[in-house]
């Protein structure tokens, strides 16, 4: 270390103007009052260190978070002068600390070298700080001063002695002025690094009271270190860095470069320690130098013949390279400090490279022909992409629209109001042909086209659908419109004889409710069907007849489609169950079960209202007559007498013996009676008294319960890995104890009840039906018909006690019918007999069904409707993406134009892709562009690998702020008529508290499919209530470590990236 008393004093402190406007306007000074501002007064502490440290006389700095908020920074330079300036009649440390543009880098012999604003810096932090204290550590003394607001509250005060010399700094930032107080370790830990790299053997030390987290930075090889560190994920060309050092004057030039494989360059300036991120006269330097070496070496090698030449991109390609400059007068351009100004740096910087490169590649002949090689093959690279980007341009011209046929565009042309949504899958732009025919509830079928025109006219239909727990329902269609023009289509044949003709990616619903697209259905996949007939007086238990009835395949039992309008509309709460016991046909036509075409009536009411158009239903004189013949019949009487017996005629006469109840000295009798039969019945009475017992099991019967205790469970073990493992060992050794082994057994017979057996029956008997008519249908298609011996030859060899004998499967489920029991087989499923692949493009049709997202066409088959429409068609286009993306960070830049998807993007942005004159910042057609996934591991790799191509080859969109990520919901939660949209597990917990966890309804979204188009407006697209992440480039250095640790080709930083951020991931899917 340096003299401590050399030139640096009190007479080198000048003052260039006071302390003003700081506290007022904080973002002039440190550029935002957020997180980034927040940890911007650090680095201006620790930047007064560093400037110590450049003028070699501090080589220790530490850094603490403390447990109150507060930051201390700690250094062994000089320490502050704190003798009186006679000019201020203040102490120099006071002036330092309380006036801005007062410091020693403002006097050449105080500090050679400077990049902070010591002072100017030290007095924005002080002046936007709750409080600030200072210690000096100079000649033996130590002197103290405390400041709050920026104003002293102490004078400079000698507290003691010190051996050492030094300043420390603590302040806490004050929290009227900043959004929030939480210091981020990361961040602050890449600026750190970043400065131990630029200063060599400078030992700084980085500690977090609040996660007791500890990190120490110091390189001895400095850049050549900050290389290593940069490639250490990568493949290289050459074993060490290329390494050289000039001094001119008091100009120090220092560079570190290495090559690997990748396609991009990864340059870093630096002056005085700032990241000089737009470049300037050092990478100029660097720059021509690199490019006339190589050329020159390549000609002279035979690496190049005649003319030929490599430019600039040609030879970055793959490097990596610091750039580190220190000097007396930097001179920047414009007042952010991000690009270098010095003219005579350049020079200095060609010449050194020059030089040094030059003697390189002589004395490393293995190695320079690695580097011309991969320069050589950019170049044809580049040629290649300069066609392909010719061609692209030539093609576009040549079509009537160059603009993606995929893309859903929007009207407005200001970029400034553009927003494009990149989403998922093709299905959202194309599904049927306009001709395909959907069922409808009213008892017709419409075609696509058809659909389209009524609704025009203002005409409501409704569905056919699967609800969420796997019944048959009715929903409303929305929104019909054709989606695509000249799409690519397939003709799918089904085994009922019907053929479709749709998308090859549109998703058809599978028997078990799972949704596959049609291409990747296999002939032997089960799909889910819908079958239709008309009630008939002859069936057992069918009162009325010619009504539409419906198979509901989760049960295998036929429903009337009003009941399923009736279900509809008490769910919509358009009426109450108790508002009549009749289900009327508005219109009188018994075969529209629109849900608007039926109501409830009381039975008088309804009879009454028949009466009173009785010509139009009972009184028609073929009515009359076939109702005659029915009375008189043998089959008729019988089916009296089974009606009595069953569960709906019961039904009606425990209602009729309810109406007693109302009669007041009935209710006394009774109410007598059953105090008797309570004071003499001891078993009952025990009953009783363990009724909270029972409300116990009540409350955790509850789903919405059972999962929020699941997200605590979740949430305590991901934070806290080592439970798991002390958990487990704890409970093996628990077990070894009989006596809680025989208490456990004790239990276990006790929580046997008779409602846990009926459940477990329940479940144990939908396994059965759906395992035993699966595997009765699958012999019935292998062999034309049910061969029942086939089936049973099948159970004997497989063993399976799942399956059922037939006998017993008639019993069980069809009071032993064995004729229903077929149906039901015949009915079970549809599958596909083959698809064909159309020459033809034509336009294609879809719908959208709100809530289950499915429908019904009259070919028999369920399918998935249209996604992600909930879209301002006036300034919102969707662009959406056929799969994932190619991974940019492994391919040159002539593969990913041929990437279909990609060059999609490309042309549907307008910029271009590359650098220089290839990208365009002003041509782009949208200032948002935002990508919305799905929340699952799909839609995460698909935003990563976007993010990739963003990040490495249209880096200004990042640059610019154009970039964004949606945030749609990840809980809907409903509580009787309202429902909340929350978008993180901490949120849900808080909303449960609020809202009390009894009846609520909750769903977790996976995809944005599962939201109908109003939801997927209200909570992630529209401006006035959306959350969207702005991506941002903090951290370039950061940013190309985990691409190349997450998209590159070595497995083994990503296994270990994936290990240690594991327990910090909340939901794997998301």
């Keep these: 270390m340096n003299d401590v008393n050399n030139g640096y004093g009190a007479e080198q402190i000048q003052v260039l103007e006071g302390l003003e406007a700081v506290r007022k306007r904080p973002s002039m000074y440190i550029g935002s009052t957020d997180a980034r501002g927040l940890h911007h007064l650090v680095y201006e502490v620790v930047d007064n260190s560093i400037d110590e440290a450049l003028a070699g006389y501090c080589n220790n700095i530490e850094v603490t978070i403390r447990s109150d908020h507060s930051v201390r920074v700690v250094d062994n330079g000089r320490g502050i002068p704190v003798e009186v300036m006679p000019k201020y009649q203040k102490s120099a440390l006071e002036v330092v600390m309380t006036m801005l543009h007062a410091g020693g880098k403002f006097d050449n012999n105080a500090y050679k070298v400077s990049g902070g604003l010591h002072g100017v810096g030290v007095s924005a932090v002080n002046a936007l700080s709750e409080w600030l204290e200072v210690e000096v550590r100079r000649e033996g003394k130590l002197y103290k001063q405390r400041y709050e607001y920026g104003k002293p509250v102490t004078a400079v005060t000698l507290i003691g002695e010190s051996t050492h010399a030094g300043t420390t700094v603590t302040f806490k930032p004050d929290k009227t002025i900043f959004e929030t107080l939480e210091f981020n370790l990361d961040m602050l830990a890449t600026r750190l690094r970043e400065l131990a790299f630029l200063n060599k053997g400078v030992k700084i030390s980085l500690k977090d009271e609040f996660s007791q987290k500890e990190e120490v930075f110091q390189y001895e090889g400095g850049i050549v270190s900050f290389v290593d560190f940069l490639n250490k994920n990568k493949n290289l060309l050459h074993e060490k860095p290329i390494y050289f050092q000039k001094q001119k004057d008091t100009t120090v030039v220092e560079i570190a470069m290495q090559y690997n494989d990748s396609y991009t360059e990864n340059v870093y300036t630096f002056a005085n320690n700032i990241n000089t991120h737009e470049g300037g006269t050092h990478l100029a330097g660097f720059k021509a130098a690199l490019t006339k070496v190589s050329n020159d070496y390549a000609k002279v090698k035979g690496f190049l013949k005649g003319e030929d030449k490599l430019s600039g991109d040609d030879v970055r390609e793959g490097l990596t390279a610091i750039i580190n400059v220190k000097l007396t007068s930097p001179q920047f351009e414009g007042q952010t400090k991000t690009k270098l100004g010095n003219s005579d740096i350049k020079g200095i910087v060609e010449t050194l490279v020059s030089e040094g490169l030059s003697e390189f590649l002589e004395e490393n002949p293995a190695a320079a022909k690695n580097i011309l090689s991969k320069a050589l093959e950019a170049a044809e690279a580049r040629e290649a992409a300069r066609k392909a980007r010719e061609l692209t341009r030539r093609k576009n011209a040549l079509e009537i629209s160059a603009l993606p046929g995929k893309l859903a565009d929007c ?60 019944k048959i329902g009715l929903e409303r269609i929305l929104n019909p419109r054709m989606t695509k023009a000249g799409a690519d289509v397939i003709k799918v044949s089904l085994d009922n004889g019907e053929t479709i003709i749709c998308t090859p990616d549109h998703s058809f619903m599978m028997r078990d409710g799972s949704f596959k697209p049609i291409k990747d259905v296999a002939m032997n996949d089960s799909l889910m069907p819908l079958y239709r007939k008309l009630s008939d007086f002859n069936e057992p238990g069918i009162t009325i007849d010619g009504y539409e009835m419906v198979l509901d395949p989760l049960s295998g039992s036929w429903l009337f489609t009003h009941v399923l309008a009736d279900w509809y509309n008490r769910w919509q709460g358009i009426y109450k169950e108790d508002e009549g016991e009749h289900c009327h046909h508005v219109d009188f036509n018994k075969l529209n079960n629109n849900p608007t075409n039926i109501r409830r009536l009381i039975a008088e009411e309804h009879l009454s209202l028949h009466r009173e158009h009785v010509g139009k239903t009972l009184h028609r004189e073929d009515v009359i007559e076939k109702c005659r ?60 008294n363990e009724l909270l017992n029972r409300i116990q099991h009540e409350y955790w019967s509850d789903e919405a319960n059972r999962t929020a205790q699941a997200i605590r469970v979740e949430n305590y073990f991901a934070n806290n890995p080592e439970a798991r493992k002390k958990n487990s060992a704890l409970a093996i050794e628990e077990w070894k104890d009989e006596e809680l082994l025989a208490w456990r057994r004790e239990k276990t017979k006790q929580q046997w009840t008779p409602e846990f057996r009926s459940k477990r029956a329940a479940a144990y008997n939908k396994t059965y039906y759906r395992k035993t008519i699966a595997a009765l249908k699958q012999f019935e298609i292998e062999h034309g018909k049910l061969d029942l011996d086939a089936y049973r030859a099948h159970r004997l060899d497989t063993r399976d006690k799942s399956l059922l004998r037939f006998d017993t499967f008639c019993k069980r489920y069809f009071n032993g019918d064995e004729a229903l029991a077929c149906e039901a087989v015949g009915k079970f499923n549809h599958r596909i007999v083959s698809i064909e692949w159309l020459e033809e493009r034509i336009d294609v049709y879809d719908i959208e069904v709100p809530n289950t997202h499915n429908f019904a066409l009259a070919s028999g088959v369920f399918v998935h409707n249209s996604a992600k429409q909930g879209r301002d068609r006036k300034f919102q286009a969707i662009l959406p993406l056929r799969g994932k993306i190619l991974n940019v960070e492994k391919a040159r830049l002539t593969k990913i134009l041929k990437n279909e998807e990609i060059r999609a993007l490309i042309t549907a942005i307008g910029a271009g892709i590359g650098e220089g004159e290839e990208f365009d910042i002003e041509k782009t057609r949208y200032h948002k562009i935002v990508v919305m996934t799905d929340a699952d591991v799909d839609g995460s790799h698909i935003r990563t690998l976007l993010l990739t191509l963003f990040y490495r080859y249209m880096r200004p969109l990042i640059d610019s702020g154009f970039v964004y990520i949606a945030q749609p919901p990840l809980f809907k939660v409903k509580k009787g008529k309202s429902e909340f949209y929350v978008y993180n597990e901490d949120e849900l917990n808080k909303k449960l508290v609020e809202i009390g966890r009894d009846g609520i309804a909750m769903q977790r979204y996976k995809g944005l499919g599962e939201m109908n188009p109003q939801q997927l407006w209200d909570t992630t697209m529209n401006p006035e209530s959306r959350t969207m992440l702005k991506v941002s480039l903090e951290d370039a250095i950061k940013a190309d470590e985990i691409f190349t640790i997450l998209m590159g080709d070595k497995v083994e930083p990503r296994r270990e990236f994936i290990e240690m951020h594991a327990k910090d991931v909340r939901n794997l899917d998301v």
Excluded at 449 to 455: A, D, R, S, V, Y
Excluded at 652 to 669: D, G, T
């Design 411 to 470: 009207s407005e042309k200001d970029p400034a109001k553009s927003e494009i949504y990149i989403v998922e899958g093709d299905s959202a732009g194309g599904c049927f042909s306009g001709d395909t025919l959907v069922a409808l509830a009213d008892g017709r079928t419409l075609s696509f086209k058809e659909i389209i025109t009524e609704q025009a006219a203002g005409k409501e239909h409704f569905c056919y659908t699967i609800r969420t727990d796997g």
């Design 629 to 688: 013949q029915i009375r008189n019949s043998q089959e008729f009487r019988a089916m009296m007498r089974r009606r009595m017996q069953q569960p709906q005629t019961k039904k009606i006469l425990s209602k009729n013996a309810r109406a007693q109840w109302e009669n007041e000295s009935y209710k006394a009798y009774m109410a007598e009676k059953w105090r008797e039969f309570y004071n003499n019945n001891e078993a009952y009475r025990k009953e009783n």
